[in-house]
């Protein structure tokens, strides 16, 4: 009798407890649909002057190392440059522009779905006389997706603006091919650059199926509709096929590389090597050692400068997993 009553009870519990988790279920839901409604724009431009974040910094400093009368000197200093900029901006067509923008890829280049946005934002204020400027970290991915963001950078030229690339870090291969459409490229001395060249490699597990007797079926029309498989058989004339598609990509990416930097040895550096900034100088890859921190704190003496950020919500799926899709992208 108690072991029938502790089993009635226990599947009491596990229905009520299946009950209270769907409810919360439902409660996080609605509280979820409930916040997005109440933030109302997801998506949105954000500006940032960058001489009043110097300035900041530069006051913050200031104040707690100087005497109180000499800290006063500076602020009188500090509003007297806004008054002379605010004169010079009257008084003719205003001091020279530049926009920032930050673009830092993956894989599958999915930051150019803000890039494009940026971009399409400057050009509706920027001339001929600004400046945009890219800070670029990306070691390259997806073809079609940094042909796309390469596209987007162009652009800004077609526009006649100038364009300046900076790589503190790494541009490699689809990140190169994004950082050549400049006018101008700086990087860091130790800034990895380069690695012109295209890979493709997949796993196949043909042998290990027809070990256990497991078929695999795929069809298709078109003689060259699939190349290389994961789970068929692969033949000599798929790899030689797949082959054929890496050269001729290769080929495309050199001549856009070319077209860019005229200047370059071709043979010598569509090798799929990358080298450090400072070879990648002497090979005429870049035309500057130099970070964009030095970049910027000498720019702001003589222009003004605005950092762009379009800022989109993510969805709630990706806010949750979006660190274990991101590990699963590396």
């Known amino acids: 009798m108690w072991t029938e009553f502790i089993s009635e009870y226990g599947m009491f519990l596990a229905k009520l407890g299946t009950v209270v988790v769907f409810i919360l ?21 954000e500006v940032k002057n960058i001489n009043r974040k110097y300035e900041q ?19 009188k200093e500090i509003k007297a440059k806004h008054k002379a900029r605010d004169r010079e901006s009257k008084g003719g067509d205003g001091r020279h522009r530049i926009f920032v923008l930050n673009f830092k890829g993956d894989i599958r280049a999915s930051h150019v779905t803000s890039l494009r946005e940026e971009i399409s934002a400057l050009l509706t204020v920027a001339n001929d006389k600004d400046e945009v400027l890219v800070v670029l970290e990306s070691g390259g991915g997806t073809v079609h997706g940094y042909g796309l963001a390469a596209s987007q950078l162009q652009r800004i030229r077609d526009h ?3 364009l300046t690339v900076a790589v503190d870090k790494v541009a490699a291969s689809g990140g190169y091919m994004m950082a050549c459409v400049a006018d101008r490229i700086i990087a860091a001395p130790f800034a990895v650059i380069g690695s012109i060249g295209v890979l493709a490699q997949i796993p196949n597990f043909y042998r290990f199926l027809k070990k256990h007797d497991i078929d695999f079926e795929q069809l298709h029309a078109g003689q060259y509709k699939r190349t290389l498989s994961v789970f068929g058989e692969n033949t000599e004339e798929d790899r030689e096929k797949m082959q054929q598609e890496l050269e001729d990509t290769h080929a495309l990416f050199k001549q856009f590389v070319k077209e860019n930097r005229p200047g370059v040895d071709l043979e010598k550096i569509a090798t799929g090597e990358h080298w450090y900034g400072k070879r990648a100088l002497d090979m005429g890859l870049v035309d500057e050692l130099r970070t964009s921190d030095d970049f910027l704190t000498e720019a702001v003496k003589a222009a003004d400068i605005y950092e762009l950020e379009y800022v989109r919500k993510k ?10 899709v991101k590990l699963l992208q590396q």
């Open 315 to 324: 969805p709630f799926m990706e806010r949750m997993f979006g660190s274990t």
């Open 25 to 45: 279920f439902i409660i996080s839901v609605a509280f979820y649909l409930y916040m997005r409604a109440k933030s109302g724009i997801e998506e949105h431009l």
């Open 57 to 75: 910094l530069q006051l913050m400093l200031n104040s707690s190392m100087l005497p109180k009368q000499q800290f006063k000197r500076v602020i």
């Open 160 to 162: 006649g603006i100038k």
